[in-house]
């Protein structure tokens, strides 16, 4: 391939490293020679600080410091002699011993030519001198210690031009073999990398013939990898999509088939409601046809088949009403009025109102105090749901008798929860009593006049808000709850 990615990287990484390399040489021979002039006048104010030092400790003729200035000719390849003012000689180090006297009053008395100070101080001076002889180069240091003594010190300064080509022709032969070496690591490092790679190019050729079954296999976790598991889900996706396009045809049937089974949802829901309003119907017509044909003379009796006939017409009337307002709701035809209200408040009026009847049933309800609470929600709504989950929660409080009303405020949500104490719900019914019609315990939900559509109003009032709702069981009871938009507080 022309324009080869395995190609592209090698050559980068080789100008990289022949780059490098050619750095490194410029820089030894810009940088190398002044570093190594430098560390041997370091070297010279070393010994000069250590001399001074031994003037002041009063051990410049002791034999430790002669060993001392030995060590330091052999460590830095220094020669140098110490002086008194009466020109006696108290310490010298190296070899040459007569020379370096000479030397010593030559320089601190008669300039030479020819040389290069590098630093100069009342006390001593660093200079680099030639000797023409021996064209040799020397670093030498002069001057007086602070005891009055005279010293001269030198080292010599090897070719430094010629090590600096030396160092640089073997970093070349060192840089162009390690050169040759990363070339081919980095051409089969770059192979091994561009494999996977020629690899997914191969997969979505196939898939633009819209061949899907070629998946890429790699178990690396790199960049790739994952690269290659989004072709797969891509694949995946496409085909699935190719699939549901060929299936096209058949929507005709489909969409008949999901009228039958409207049409079926339709013949249930009638159903449904008129097996719920069989009962009542029924108990009307007997108890009206018994007061009819005078069954029982007697008041009381009569009074009794009144307050039948009465109780059944409620629950049916309650139940039309909820179906009305269910059916509303679902069609979308009752409009949701947003507005701004304290929840607390709401819902502490509502248990004023329904204290008696939880006065009458035994029950404890129990709500701490709170601080007033304000969202946005459709208010009437907001009570009906609350009413539905209260009123569900008295009909199945049972054991304590306890019914526990608590709000939780978190991200600019309120949480209003409902908690009775009781059976909790059998764990295949949880999803279930959302529906219409659907009862738990139709013997009981009869017993007070349920009708099953109430949690299916609360359902269809949070979607209509686009807020959750929920039910959680526990050992001793049932909680349902469900979740408001904060606004803040007045």
């Known amino acids: 391939m022309k324009h080869s990615i395995k190609r592209q990287v090698a050559f980068i990484f080789i100008g990289l490293m022949a780059g490098t390399l050619l750095i490194c040489v410029l820089i030894n ?33 002791s034999e430790d410091f002669s060993i001392e200035l030995e060590k330091i000719s052999g460590r830095y390849n220094i020669m140098g002699v110490v002086q008194d ?27 030479i030519e020819n040389s290069e100070i590098l630093n100069a101080d009342v006390s001593y001076t660093v200079q680099k001198v030639s000797d023409g002889k021996t064209r040799t180069e020397y670093m030498e240091m002069v001057g007086w210690l602070v005891g009055g003594q005279a010293f001269y010190i030198r080292t010599p300064l090897e070719n430094i031009t010629e090590s600096v080509s030396i160092a640089n022709r073997f970093l070349i032969y060192v840089g162009l073999a390690g050169i040759a070496f990363s ?32 998946k890429y296999a790699g178990d690396s976790k790199n960049e790739i990898a994952l690269l290659g598991d989004n072709i797969n889900i891509l694949s995946k996706t496409l085909e699935e999509t190719i699939r549901e396009l060929k299936t096209a045809n058949n929507e005709l049937e489909k969409d008949i088939e999901k009228k039958n089974r409207i049409d079926e949802m339709r013949k249930e829901f009638l159903s449904n409601v008129s097996h719920e309003l069989k009962t009542p119907i029924a108990l009307i017509q007997g108890y ?26 409620a629950k049916m009337n309650q139940m039309v009403k909820k179906l009305l307002t269910l059916n509303q709701l679902e069609f979308g035809n009752d409009v949701v009025n947003m507005e701004r209200f304290d929840v607390v408040m709401l819902i502490c009026n509502y248990l004023q109102t329904v204290h ?68 909790p719900i059998p764990p295949d019914c949880l999803k279930h009593i959302w529906e219409k019609f659907y009862k738990v315990d139709k013997a009981r939900t009869r017993e007070y006049g349920g009708s099953g559509v109430g949690l299916s109003i609360v359902k269809a009032i949070m979607d209509s808000m686009n807020q959750k709702y929920g039910v959680e069981n526990y050992e001793n009871g049932v909680c349902f709850w469900f979740e408001l938009e904060t606004v803040g507080k007045e």
Request: net charge negative; proline share 2%.
């Open 29 to 61: 021979n810009s940088l190398l020679p002044r570093y190594y002039e430098d560390k041997r006048e370091k070297a010279l104010m070393d010994t000069y600080e250590i001399m001074n030092m031994a003037v002041r400790e009063g051990r410049l003729s």
């Open 356 to 423: 008696i009847l939880t006065k009458q049933n035994g029950i404890s309800v129990r709500m701490e105090k709170y601080e007033p609470i304000y969202v946005w929600a459709d208010e009437f709504k907001t009570e009906e749901v609350f009413a539905n989950y209260f009123t569900n929660a008295v009909n199945h409080c049972d054991k304590d008798k306890i019914i526990d009303v608590s709000i939780k405020c978190y991200n600019n949500k309120v949480r209003i929860q409902v908690f009775n104490t009781g059976i």
């Open 183 to 214: 070339s081919i690591v980095i051409w089969l490092v770059s192979n091994k990398i561009t494999k996977p790679i020629l690899e997914l190019a191969e997969i979505s050729e196939r898939m633009t013939r819209l061949d899907f079954e070629a």
């Open 85 to 111: 003012m009466n020109g006696y000689v108290v310490g010298t180090f190296g070899n040459d011993m007569e020379l370096l006297k000479g030397l010593l009053w030559d320089r601190l008395y008669m300039p």
């Open 288 to 313: 009206a046809e018994g007061l009819h044909e005078g069954i029982n003379d007697d008041a009381k009796s009569r009074e009794f088949y009144c307050d039948v006939i009465i109780d059944e017409a």
